[in-house]
């Protein structure tokens, strides 16, 4: 069962403002731009462009994200329930004068407080493993349009280099996590008209052990996602083994 106000008072320090530095010189942030970058494509190919489009986002983090939407034209709505995000969001919205473009709400994502057929969009990134997904995506799949588009990127459990990563070094062991397997993102997809999935990074995070010389992590990483991308093409079963996952559902 998710403990609600455990994951609250847990964000609610993961977000406090001496823990900005940390979180922005994380290794992981060249990762998760190439996936946030695949999902700005997908946007700007359904729908052209995101101008007057109602999007929410569950989970906002620090506000990069809302932002990048907020300057593309969408009209944004974040929730979260822990109040020292959704302040780093506003503090991140304010900065680039987007503020009356975004709407921020403390709110519990099992029990939205939107009216049916609201968004365009909703967006979800590395949250559903804290939540009850499947009362998540039932609510989701509620304020969502018609033809509306729910996102989420989300780390996947099978890969056993994360899972030993996991296991010595996740700063979120303390929110006791529940990672989704292949088989919950297709057991998502099946509540959808349209799901794609695309998944990323089987072995080429490998590389992050050279990140302190830039010219040989940049080689390895290069050489490793090549391999990876056609073992892949060749054995395609393996994509339950990927590290993270973007699954793009059409209602």
């Known amino acids: 069962m998710v403990n609600v106000q455990r994951i609250k008072n847990y ?10 530095k ?13 996936v946030m970058n695949y999902v ?9 462009d995101l101008k007057n489009k109602k ?19 969408a009209m944004v709505t974040a929730i979260d329930i822990s109040k020292n995000s959704l302040e780093l969001s506003k503090k991140c919205a304010r900065k680039h004068n987007l503020l009356k473009n975004i709407k921020l709400i403390q709110m519990d994502a099992h029990d939205m407080k939107f009216r049916n057929e609201q968004f365009d969009i909703i967006f ?3 949250t559903l493993m804290h939540l009850n997904y499947p009362k998540v995506i039932k609510e989701c799949k509620r304020v969502l349009k018609k033809k ?14 994360i899972k030993l990563y996991r296991f010595f070094f996740s700063q979120f062991k303390e929110t006791k996590p529940r990672y989704l397997r292949y088989k919950d993102l297709i057991i998502i997809s099946k509540n959808f008209r349209k799901s794609d999935i695309k998944v990323f990074y089987l072995f080429s995070f490998i590389s992050l052990v050279f990140k302190n010389n ?8 290069k050489i490793l996602k090549k391999i990876e991308d056609l073992i892949l093409k060749i054995f395609p079963t ?14």
Do not use: C
């Open 11 to 20: 964000y609610d320090q993961f977000w406090s403002y001496n823990k900005i």
């Open 22 to 34: 940390e979180q922005e010189e994380s290794d992981l942030r060249e990762y998760e731009e190439e």
């Open 40 to 48: 700005l494509k997908y946007l700007k190919k359904y729908f052209y």
């Open 55 to 73: 999007l929410l986002e569950i989970g906002p983090g620090k506000g990069h994200d809302v932002v990048q939407f907020a300057k593309s034209g």
């Open 124 to 126: 979800i990134k590395t």
């Open 148 to 161: 509306g588009l729910l996102i989420s990127i989300e780390p996947i459990d099978e890969n056993i280099l």
């Open 214 to 221: 830039k010219r040989i992590y940049g080689i390895t990483l």
């Open 238 to 251: 393996m994509e339950k083994n990927a590290w993270l996952s973007v699954s793009i559902h059409i209602k």
